[in-house]
């Protein structure tokens, strides 16, 4: 079984030397357990936190334990009820060929067996960052017809997914991207009204010609800078969901913003973490399919090939190497 082990916490970027690549034999199956073999990893901003051992919503990994991450496998063997060999789990399987599902609180959720959906769209529109778009931008963000909402890293997985819910909403949408090729892909395949790069040295003035109106809704993904100026274009009494700041994840200095906004337009401004919704996955996930299957919502994963290369692979979402979601192939399914 190869593992990716944490050995050091990562100052700055993710270097493969911060972790060691060992092979360890399988462990016997207690009962209760099943095994697992991976087949697909979901690469998360959030992997750079968990690494890290900062302030944060779960445990970080400690130093000589298999790294954390969301994945998908097919049950191999099993000593447990819950599941028999050939389904298909959902859960934390780990930087690992193998992982143990138990029958405990990490216990792995089985997907259906006819399932309409691909495997690696499970992890993405369907998934834990469809989940994401949809409670943070219906839930915190509230979006009325002809609103103005902005999504920032807005070809990623969870930033493409709220673009396209709003649409669906009826809002008029605007996206923050990297570079010409993705700005195309937000309003030529996505159906966004306008795209603004900020790669672009005149991005400031691209946000203030897409916003006439200003902004009702900022679903904030990026933080520092383009929060900022984002911040600085909402409407009286805006809301604005904040889901991630990834600018600031590889620094260890806290990104500073001026927050007279937020006091002088009332923005109600709410953190918020996928799980928070937990209870309540099953409506988010069910809505995404169906959007899907109707071909109101489109996806894009960028699926990269190896379990060995993940720590290099997860480079690409600080990059903006991915469109969509993120994922390494660990195996065939
Ligand atoms: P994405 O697929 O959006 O990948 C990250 C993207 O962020 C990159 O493709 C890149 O796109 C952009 N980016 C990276 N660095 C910067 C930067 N310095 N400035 C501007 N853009 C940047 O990842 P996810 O969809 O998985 O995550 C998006 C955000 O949502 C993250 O902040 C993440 O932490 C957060 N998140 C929060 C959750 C929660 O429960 N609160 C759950 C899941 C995700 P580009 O080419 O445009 O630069």
Not at 196 to 202: A, G, S
Not at 229 to 241: D, K, S, T
Not at 248 to 257: K, L, T, V
């Amino acid at each position: 079984n190869r593992q990716y082990r944490l050995k050091t916490r990562p100052v700055g970027r993710i270097e493969t030397t911060d972790f060691d690549f060992v092979t360890e034999p399988l462990s016997e199956l207690e009962p209760g357990q099943a095994r697992v073999r991976v087949l697909y990893l979901s690469l998360d901003p959030t992997n750079r936190i968990w690494m890290s051992d900062m302030d944060q919503y779960m445990p970080p990994v400690e130093i000589g334990a298999v790294m954390r991450g969301g994945g998908i496998g097919v049950v191999v063997d099993s000593n447990s009820s819950r599941y028999e060999p050939g389904n298909y789990v959902l859960g934390l399987t780990g930087w690992q060929d193998y992982c143990i599902a138990d029958e405990g609180e990490n216990a792995m959720t089985v997907l259906p067996a006819d399932l309409p959906i691909p495997l690696p769209t499970m992890m993405g529109a369907c998934g834990m960052t469809g989940v994401t778009a949809y409670f943070g931008l219906l839930e915190l963000g509230r979006p009325k017809p002809g609103e103005t909402v902005l999504v920032s890293a807005a070809a990623g997985a969870v930033g493409s997914v709220v673009g396209q819910i709003a649409k669906i909403q009826g809002c008029r949408v605007v996206g923050i991207a990297g570079g010409p090729d993705k700005c195309r892909y937000l309003v030529d395949e996505l159906g966004f009204d306008e795209a603004v790069d900020y790669k672009r040295d005149d991005w400031r003035e691209q946000l203030a010609a897409a916003t006439p109106d200003g902004i009702d809704v900022n679903f904030e993904n990026v933080g520092g800078e383009i929060m900022e100026a984002v911040m600085a274009r909402m409407n009286l009494f805006g809301r604005m969901p904040l889901c991630g700041m990834i600018s600031g994840y590889n620094s260890s200095e806290p990104a500073r913003a001026d927050f007279s906004p937020i006091l002088m337009r009332r923005i109600e401004v709410r953190g918020f973490i996928v799980t928070d919704f937990m209870e309540r996955f099953a409506e988010a996930t069910q809505q995404l399919a169906l959007w899907l299957l109707e071909g109101k919502l489109r996806h894009q994963e960028t699926i990269i090939e190896g379990l060995e290369n993940a720590p290099t692979a997860v480079n690409l979402l600080f990059d903006g190497g991915n469109i969509g979601k993120l994922i390494v192939k660990v195996a065939d399914a």
